[in-house]
């Protein structure tokens, strides 16, 4: 059936899209605390107002979910567009690159978590641990041994599934709190133990980890005279992109349907056929190649690391974006990470209480919003299968 | 029928023993092609212990039990599961968050083939299973309640309790097993209720050719009507067999559920 | 030093630490038993204990009621009162706004909420306690005691300090006072019975709100001694000393097993004996000692978890 492209609706969401665009490159540049406080407020009277029209807003929500091919289309192009515009549009825009290449690293390190938490129920309190893994292993490798990157970033990744094996055994003997505290411990040793082996740099960690490098092309030069983060935008981009296909892939196969049905009820699930200690393990491993490569990338672009990179809180910074997110709930995880990430950042004003905050965020969502952000998306697999 | 039936499943002097509790105390029982059995007895009696045990759920601390000749004694619920034994629970345990669709897919686990790389690679594979797979399930849904198929994707936990009950015997029928066995199924349902539960286990038998059901149930107008023949057990042991007439006048069964005359 | 020394000093050690988790191991594990929840912000009460102690001496010093003499022991005793009180009730106002209300639904999210809780504690004290984020001296407050005494004697060249034994003999004591209390009182009898099965004591007649109050007041109030208790010791309180505390009281809890007191007492000398023990024979073992601890955490965790003295749970099918 040939597809006939209404111009109009396409019209319609990518100039929303672009305005959004320039809107959030403004909330950049933002500075003055008032102006942010001003800025906030708007966005959280116009999710208060979407909530009183709620015809309306669900009416262009449907408009928005019904044309995703646009919606995405747009979106991507956006993203590649954006270091080519931001040099000429925010003041400053080298921190504000750092800053959406760290939260892209923190989207594939909470979608491989997604994997073990949110799809099968696998509370892993020591993902930081594992993501400060696949960190030493690429800088290790790449330090000590002249390792090219190309292999010490999936090699980051299988060293930090090989860890988790290690966990294999109390993954499927443990249940609820104790899986918790099993991992929460295995987190603190693994953290203890870096900081305490000189092999790995002790408590100072490692320094001066070179950079990436394919074929020959080195991440610190400037392409076309942008700075050198720029490289490391566009590899993160494509990576976070393929998480989150990776993830829905996952999600809507057999694969999300079996470790869903663990999470959900582990008994009923065995009795159907499924050994679920074998997909535990292979759904740990699949998260934990994630945020070894995801350990990896980090290592080598901030060149340096150390065992306070990748403690309990990091842990549960991860784990918040998470469940803030909704289990399983992709678009979820990502806002999350986003709120997460980004926020903080322009936040400094209150920096000092960034912390604190948090706390109280941890607290709060169990409480009032256990569910997540978003509501239960249904698991349609394809959309030809919901039609017929 | 019971003697020209081949004889699919039995168990030998079936032991379960918890801490010096012997919730069975050595069952024999047998199960053959194509029939419907009922097992009754007091709360406490050993019924759904025997249902854990026999799928695998707890490991039998003494006797044996087979099907199909095979010995299944040891063995983990979804290696069980694999030769064709499949239930539900006292406690309907569905995936309440999950959609219907999703809950009855469960059922069909062993028949899957795109696997873990199908679903990246193959996905062409994996979405044809998938509609092949949903058709079973609707023409399923179909026999006992086809108002239920527009709520395929809803969450399952948003239907009343009747329609939740339908949903976990799809369940256990999608991947055609050759053993039901179906835990107090009334649990928890009005009398309207219980008899379209009735006609459901019917049409189970109906639309399946080629599988025994094993029914535990406190309702006994749903063992009248549904079983072919009834046991009865207490403390963990067989007290009575035979059809539904003649167990509910056996003396110890009375004696068992009402108590001794004074 | 010799190995008689040694071993002593090993013991000595592990029965210094060994009270202190025990202490802190009792509050974790009354928590689980009668709400069945992992309380992670216990920790913190610890370090709150620690500072409201510190802030009282302030107060008590102010008013020069902090001289030598017999009305000594009254203040000190005073102190520890008064700590205890306010941090039970600190204790018992977290457990009504949120530890309670999260405990009710899975234990996923309950988790989090009691270490968000930790970290808000943690964080308060940080920001606004003036100079939160440094370490402050604790008095030696039971020096005075032995001011005409000898404050210490030796045995085998290893010296043991009078105040150190004190301080070990309060936690002991009151350990004895909460057995007692849990064992031989109503309330007690109440606080076991929600322990075991709380729909069946309510219809008996248990009050189980009030149960889950006075189980808080009670392991709230021995962490905020444990505080003042763990200030005395090292003659330093940190705002971050809670973490640590939290993660070996559980520990402690685990190992002993999860519901019982007496369990959460040997389990918090078996932790304080592994990390003595690492620290006095493995190659750098004062580096390690934190890991081998949580390694035989992980390794009860996973093939006993029902601890040293729990007992074994079947799911129900």
């Known amino acids: 059936m040939k597809r006939t492209f209404d111009y109009i609706s396409i019209l319609k969401i990518a100039t929303v899209q672009v305005v959004i665009f320039f809107l959030v490159m403004i909330f950049f540049n933002i500075e003055s605390v008032w102006t942010l406080i001003i800025a906030l407020a708007l966005v959280v009277a116009l999710v208060v107002l979407s909530k009183a029209y709620g015809k309306q807003s669900a009416s262009i929500i449907e408009f928005f979910t019904a044309n995703k091919p646009t919606v995405l289309t747009v979106l991507i192009v956006l993203l590649f567009l954006y270091p080519l515009i931001s040099p000429l549009m925010i003041r400053q825009n080298t921190y504000w690159l750092l800053v959406l290449i760290q939260t892209g690293i923190y989207m594939i390190l909470a979608l491989g978590l997604n994997i073990q938490l949110g799809s099968t129920g696998v509370l892993n309190l020591a993902v930081a641990a594992f993501y400060g893994i696949g960190g030493y292993t690429a800088g290790l490798l790449s330090l000590r041994l002249g390792v090219p990157t190309i292999i010490t970033l999936p090699l980051g990744g299988i060293v930090a599934a090989l860890f988790g094996m290690l966990l294999y055994v109390p993954l499927y003997k443990t249940k609820g709190h104790y899986m918790a505290l099993v991992t929460l411990a295995f987190g603190i040793m693994i953290v203890l133990a870096l900081d305490n082996t000189e092999f790995t740099g002790g408590p100072q960690g490692l320094m001066a980890i070179p950079e990436l490098k394919f074929f020959g092309y080195s991440f610190l030069s400037k392409p076309g005279g942008l700075h050198f983060y720029t490289n490391y935008y566009y590899f993160v981009l494509v990576l976070v992109l393929l998480s989150v296909l990776v993830s829905y892939w996952f999600y809507n196969s057999w694969v999300g349907l079996t470790l869903s049905s663990i999470r959900d009820d582990e008994i009923a699930a065995k009795c159907f056929g499924v050994n679920a200690n074998i997909w535990k393990g292979i759904a740990f491993i699949t998260g934990n190649v994630m945020i070894g490569i995801a350990g990896a990338v980090y290592a080598h672009m901030i060149g340096f690391i150390s065992p306070p990179n990748f403690s309990l809180a990091e842990s549960l910074l991860i784990v918040a974006m998470v469940i803030l997110g909704g289990l399983d709930n992709i678009l979820g995880i990502i806002i999350g990470t986003i709120i997460l990430s980004i926020l903080p950042e322009k936040m400094r004003v209150i920096t000092e209480y960034r912390v604190f905050l948090y706390g109280i965020l941890l607290i709060v969502i169990p409480m009032f919003r256990p569910g997540g952000l978003l509501p239960f998306k249904p698991r349609k697999y394809h959309a030809s299968v919901a039609e017929g | ?262 | 030093m010799g190995t008689e020394a040694v071993i002593i000093q090993i013991i000595l050690n592990g029965l210094m630490l060994g009270i202190q988790y025990a202490l802190i191991a009792v509050g974790f594990t009354l928590f689980f038993g009668v709400l069945d929840i992992i309380n992670f912000s216990h920790g913190d009460v610890f370090m709150l204990g620690a500072f409201i102690g510190l802030i009282l001496i302030n107060i008590f010093s102010k008013f020069e009621m902090m001289t030598g003499g017999a009305s000594y022991i009254l203040v000190l005793f005073l102190i520890f009162f008064l700590c205890m009180l306010i941090t039970g009730s600190i204790g018992i106002f977290f457990e009504r706004i949120t530890v309670k209300r999260v405990a009710a639904g899975p234990p996923l999210m309950a988790l989090l909420a009691t270490l968000g809780l930790a970290i808000a504690i943690r964080e308060a004290v940080r920001l606004f306690y003036p100079l939160g984020s440094e370490s402050k001296r604790f008095p030696e407050l039971l020096d005075p005691m032995f001011a005409n005494t000898k404050e210490a004697f030796e045995i085998s060249g290893v010296i043991i300090r009078y105040d150190n034994l004190l301080i070990f003999g309060i936690g002991v004591a009151v350990i004895i006072v909460v057995s007692l209390y849990i064992n031989k009182t109503k309330m007690g009898l109440g606080i076991r019975a929600v322990a075991q099965d709380s729909e069946a004591a309510m219809m008996m007649g248990v009050n189980r709100d009030m149960v889950v109050d006075i189980t808080f007041l009670i392991g709230s109030a021995l962490a905020g001694l444990t505080g003042i208790l763990n200030g005395l010791f090292y003659n330093s309180i940190i705002f971050d000393m809670g973490a640590m505390g939290a993660v070996i009281g559980f520990s402690a809890a685990v190992i002993g097993g999860l519901g019982n007191i007496y369990g959460a007492i040997i389990g918090g000398f078996v932790f304080s004996m592994t990390q003595a023990l690492s620290a006095a024979f493995i190659p750098k073992g004062s580096e390690y000692m934190d890991v081998v601890a949580f390694g035989v955490l992980i390794i009860f965790l996973v093939f006993k978890p029902s601890g040293i003295l729990g007992e074994k749970m079947h799911e129900r099918v």
């Open chain 2, 1 to 262: 029928m019971q003697d020209t039936n081949r004889r699919i499943f039995y168990s030998e002097n079936l032991e379960m023993n918890f801490g010096g509790l012997y919730a069975l105390a050595g069952i024999n029982f047998e199960i053959f092609e194509n029939e419907a059995v009922g097992l009754i007895g007091p709360n406490g009696s050993g019924k759904t212990t025997f249902f854990n045990v026999i799928t695998g759920v707890y490991k039998a601390t003494g006797g044996s039990f087979h099907f199909m000749n095979e010995s299944l004694l040891g063995k983990e619920p979804y290696e069980i599961a694999k030769k064709g034994i499949s239930r539900t629970y006292q406690s309907s345990r569905l995936c309440l968050k999950l959609t219907l669709l999703d809950n009855i897919l469960i059922g069909m686990y062993n028949n899957q083939t795109a696997g873990y790389f199908s679903s990246i690679f193959n996905r062409k594979k994996l979405i044809a299973e998938v509609k092949n797979f949903k058709k079973r399930a609707v023409e399923l849904l179909d026999v006992f309640n086809p108002e239920l198929i527009p709520k395929l994707f809803n969450p399952v936990g948003e239907l009343p309790q009747i329609d939740r009950r339908r949903v976990e015997i799809c369940r256990a029928m999608a991947g055609e097993p050759r053993i039901i066995l179906l835990d107090e199924p009334s649990a928890g349902m009005t009398p309207d209720e219980t008899t379209e539960l009735m006609d459901d286990i019917k049409k189970v038998r109906s639309t399946m050719k080629n599988v025994s059901i094993m029914i535990v149930e406190h309702d006994m107008s749903v063992i009248s009507s549904v079983s072919e023949r009834v046991i009865a057990i207490n403390f963990g042991k067989e007290i009575a067999k035979g059809t539904y007439e003649e167990v509910s006048n056996h003396p110890e069964v009375r004696e068992a559920y009402l108590g001794k005359e004074v």
